[in-house]
Structures are given as C-alpha cells and as structure tokens.
C-alpha cells in the first residue's frame, strides 16, 4: 500500500529564516514526488516535481526539495520566507504506469510571523 | 489561457437536496478527478475518470456520482445519500496515456454548505 506523511500538522517560522517541510512516502514502486501550494479557498498550485535525475530540485517562489530514496523523503526547503508563503503545502506521491493515481498528506500549515 | 473552471465557487444547500458541481477544462486532458477536501484530511478522492464515457470510484464515492460525457467536462453530483457534504471540493485534470508527468491541475475549488 501507498502513503504520503507530512510529519508536521503546523510549521510556524519568523519571516527571512529559513524552513523545512517534511514528507516522507512508502511505496513498492516507483514514484513521480511533487509539493503543492493552497492559498485560502484556492486550489492547489504545483510548487515542484521529481520525475527522474538530479535528486535536487528546484521549483517557484524560491523553494527547493531533495528526493532521497533511502529514507524515502522528499523535504521541502527555502533558506528565507516572506509573509506571502503563508499557507498550505501537500506532498503527494504518484505511481509510475499505474494508470496516474495520486496519494497525497494531510498538509503543513506555513505560518510566517512578521 | 488554459485552465480548469469550476463553478459555482460557493454553493448553499438544503438537507436531502442534490447538488452539482460544474468542471470544464480546456487543457486537453485525458484523465479528470474530483477530490474532496477537509481540515487537517488533506485531499481524498471521491471519482476519477482515464477516458470519456468511463470512470471510477476513488476512496469515498458513497453519496457521489459523476458523468463523462465530454472530454472536457466532469460533473459531480452530490446526493442527498451524503451524509455529511459540506466540504470543498476540488476538480483537478492531467495528461494520461502514455506518457505520465504525473502533474495534476487543479480547479479554484467550490465550497458547498449544507444547512
């Protein structure tokens, strides 16, 4: 069976320090790994994806995540927040050649205090 | 520009009534979901669809149905059988088929209360 942790319900931060969300996946396959972005009573926003090669990843608004296979991780970094990160970030994992089912955390709430 | 539309964005029912919920994108894509959406539950899926006229059942349809009529439209009706509707729910869109980049699009989302 398949399945996404966000270790931390809630993440909050002073404004221009820097953060890691945390993701963590199980799967006995193969995986494509993405962080999505919610602003209040909006969809979601794709931030970054990992399909394949370099296990760094870069994505909008500044922010990086790591795809380690070992530990099964996929961290989510930025070295120095603003006020407008605020808001939801989703792991979310989705099977390869399996028909694109999409496993995806409960979510970390950013907050970034001035 | 390209995109997904859902409407309405606010939706007020009553108790026993059926709802729909509107979901046209213009991207191309195959393959269509609906997920719902609960504080501190992250996203579940509730009906997914590869193909036009095919579709199915995700984690929690009980209380759902869905139609794929046209390849750009994906409508979700919430029936009266929902025990508890009041959620928001979120249309979301991604290339299938062959090639998978695994990315999902997703719509602004519609909120629905049941008073």
């Known amino acids: 069976a398949q399945s996404v942790t966000q270790l931390d319900s809630q993440v909050p931060v002073f404004e221009e320090a820097p953060v890691e969300l945390r993701c963590n996946y199980s799967?006995?396959?193969?995986?494509?790994l993405f962080w999505y972005v919610q602003y209040p009573n909006q969809g979601l926003q794709l931030l970054l994806k990992?399909?394949?090669?370099?296990?760094l990843v870069k994505g909008i608004n500044g922010f990086e995540a790591e795809f380690n296979k070992s530990q099964t991780s996929f961290h989510l970094r930025k070295p120095s927040v603003h006020i407008s990160d605020t808001a939801e970030y989703f792991c979310a994992v989705s099977l390869l050649n399996t028909g694109n089912q999409f496993y995806f955390g409960t979510g970390t709430s950013l907050t970034v205090i001035p | 520009d390209g995109g997904i539309t859902q409407s309405p964005k606010y939706l007020f029912r009553k108790e026993g009534q059926n709802v729909t919920l509107s979901c046209e994108q213009n991207?191309?894509?195959?393959?269509m979901y609906w997920y719902r959406q609960d504080p501190g539950q992250g996203l579940r899926l509730i009906y997914y669809?590869?193909?036009?006229?095919?579709?199915q059942k995700g984690d929690i349809a009980e209380g759902y149905s869905v139609s794929r009529e046209k390849k750009e439209s994906f409508p979700l009706t919430v029936t009266s059988a929902q025990k508890n509707p009041t959620a928001f729910y979120l249309c979301a869109s991604s290339i299938a088929g062959g090639y998978n980049t695994g990315e999902l699009f997703f719509g602004e989302g519609s909120r629905l209360t049941v008073l």
């Open positions: 991207l191309n894509h195959d393959a």
């Open positions: 990992y399909l394949s090669g370099s296990t």
């Open positions: 799967s006995s396959v193969s995986v494509y």
């Open positions: 669809s590869q193909i036009v006229n095919d579709f």
